[in-house]
């Protein structure tokens, strides 16, 4: 750690490792993954989408359950998480159709890592299996999707823990930073900035026939029928909107949320969205692109969001990735290997720390052990987890919003966070929802 002063306010720098920071965080000592289970408490777990984010949940959650089944619409993935002895220990069984895993009685809790445009469908099919789910972000395709996944999580009674990691990873500068500005600790919030990169741009891309070992229909589920192009598939999905929603979903799913947690307005939205600055790759029409051949997502963008709370956050590409928090009496950066305080926030590290209660509020009650331990522990006292479904869409809907508006060519757009609407402009309302390809539909 280093201390740095400047001419007329003192600015610290705290590593995300510091020892002093960590023990401020995390006074509970032990903690869940010190604690000894027996191997007959620990869950029972299927991993659906076994691709490289799915794998690397499921090591994760093998620290407290057990895979008892694997699968993935490519059989190199399923089969390679099967063999792994982090994962399956060769002894998972294999399924290229997800449905069967969920059919498994034996089957307490699923780990969803697909494509996102798969997310809402497999989790509401899971929980209506009645499976706990920890399921990657984003966790929608449109802001539809997330109203009826927040239904169905409060009819069925299952636990959902949504992968936006940052809620309590990353040794919790995140949580640090929202507890300070909840607490006031530089004064009146005037300002969010959420920088979360830019977008790239590629193409055109040459169609091919999918390989062997690909059920390519299966993994475009909903999505219209297209030709398969390599960059189409697996980790290139998130530049193509009919799968994702580019950066504004990928890190937006991240930094928004962060965002939004730190001005309470976790669960409800902004009332005003406006593009200053939005760069497609691709001509659209009607929210359409013209072609399907190279990446279709926004590239760069500077979105401003107005919250009933007179907070502005900026949704931007070209800043230093992370969250700044900017108040009347000092600011806040944070973003993963680090938090900047300057001016009020100096004090309120060490002088006046945040209460313990606002802490535990934050966490709703559960200690800070990471992710994962948070499914886990929720899951067995049947509780809600840290990155719950209903404050989730609720940030995500901000970042579909802002698609929404760059792909029909809107300058602002007026929402209604109470409604959940577009107010005045049907067509762009419209959007909240896609066509959805028969015997994928979400039900």
């Given at each position: 750690m280093t201390l740095h002063t400047h001419?007329?306010?003192?600015?610290?720098?705290?590593?995300?490792?510091?020892?002093?920071?960590?023990?401020?965080?995390?006074?509970?000592?032990?903690?869940?993954?010190?604690?000894?289970?027996?191997?007959?408490?620990?869950?029972?777990?299927?991993?659906?989408?076994?691709?490289?984010?799915?794998?690397?949940?499921?090591?994760?959650?093998?620290?407290?359950?057990?895979f008892?089944?694997?699968?993935?619409?490519?059989?190199?993935?399923?089969?390679?998480?099967?063999?792994?002895?982090?994962?399956?220990?060769?002894?998972?069984?294999?399924?290229?159709?997800?449905?069967?895993?969920?059919?498994?009685?034996?089957?307490?809790?699923?780990?969803?890592?697909?494509p996102d445009h798969w997310h809402t469908k497999i989790c509401i099919d899971a929980l209506r299996a009645g499976k706990d789910v920890y399921c990657e972000k984003p966790l929608t395709l449109t802001i539809d999707e997330g109203k009826k996944l927040g239904q169905v999580?409060?009819?069925?009674?299952?636990?959902?823990?949504?992968?936006?990691?940052?809620?309590?990873?990353?040794?919790?500068?995140?949580?640090?930073?929202?507890?300070?500005?909840?607490?006031?600790?530089?004064?009146?919030?005037?300002k969010v900035t959420a920088a979360i990169g830019g977008g790239p741009s590629g193409g055109p891309f040459r169609a091919a026939k999918p390989p062997a070992e690909l059920n390519w229909?299966?993994?475009?589920?909903?999505?219209?029928?297209?030709e398969?192009?390599?960059e189409r598939c697996h980790a290139e999905f998130r530049w193509w909107y009919e799968y994702s929603g580019g950066k504004l979903t990928d890190w937006g799913a991240h930094h928004v949320d962060i965002g939004q947690w730190g001005i309470g307005m976790e669960n409800s939205g902004?009332?005003?969205?406006?593009?200053?600055?939005?760069?497609?790759?691709?001509e659209f029409k009607g929210g359409y692109p013209t072609v399907d051949d190279r990446y279709n997502t926004a590239t760069t963008f500077l979105v401003r969001a107005t919250f009933a709370n007179d907070v502005v956050m900026d949704i931007r590409h070209d800043t230093?990735?992370?969250?700044?928090?900017?108040?009347?009496?000092?600011?806040?950066?944070?973003?993963?290997?680090?938090?900047?305080?300057?001016g009020?926030?100096?004090?309120?590290?060490?002088?006046?720390?945040?209460?313990?209660?606002?802490?535990?509020?934050?966490?709703?009650?559960?200690?800070?052990?990471?992710?994962?331990?948070?499914?886990?522990?929720?899951?067995?006292?049947?509780?809600?987890?840290?990155?719950?479904?209903?404050?989730?869409?609720?940030?995500?809907?901000?970042?579909h919003l802002a698609n929404i508006a760059i792909r029909l060519a809107r300058h602002k757009l007026h929402w209604d966070p109470a409604k959940e609407e577009i107010v005045g402009d049907s067509e762009a309302n419209a959007w909240q929802s896609r066509p959805q390809r028969a015997g994928y539909e979400i039900v």
């Open positions: 001419n007329r306010r003192d600015f610290l720098r705290v590593a995300a490792t510091s020892p002093a920071l960590l023990a401020f965080l995390n006074p509970f000592g032990r903690t869940m993954a010190d604690e000894t289970r027996s191997k007959n408490d620990r869950p029972r777990l299927g991993l659906i989408g076994a691709g490289g984010q799915g794998s690397g949940d499921a090591r994760g959650a093998s620290r407290f359950g057990d008892l089944a694997v699968c993935d619409v490519d059989q190199r993935h399923a089969e390679r998480a099967r063999n792994d002895d982090r994962i399956g220990k060769k002894k998972a069984d294999v399924y290229e159709d997800y449905r069967k895993l969920l059919d498994r009685r034996d089957i307490d809790a699923v780990i969803i890592g697909t999580v409060k009819e069925t009674g299952r636990v959902v823990q949504v992968g936006t990691q940052q809620r309590s990873d990353h040794n919790r500068v995140f949580l640090l930073a929202v507890a300070m500005v909840r607490a006031g600790r530089i004064g009146k919030i005037r229909d299966l993994w475009l589920g909903q999505a219209p029928k297209v398969y192009r390599k902004p009332h005003t969205l406006e593009v200053i600055k939005g760069v497609l790759p691709v230093e990735n992370g969250v700044t928090f900017q108040g009347s009496s000092g600011r806040i950066f944070v973003t993963r290997d680090r938090i900047d305080l300057s009020g926030a100096v004090d309120a590290l060490y002088k006046n720390p945040v209460p313990e209660s606002l802490l535990k509020e934050l966490r709703k009650g559960k200690r800070v052990d990471g992710h994962m331990a948070n499914f886990f522990e929720c899951a067995r006292d049947r509780a809600v987890p840290v990155a719950d479904v209903w404050s989730h869409h609720r940030s995500l809907t901000t970042c």
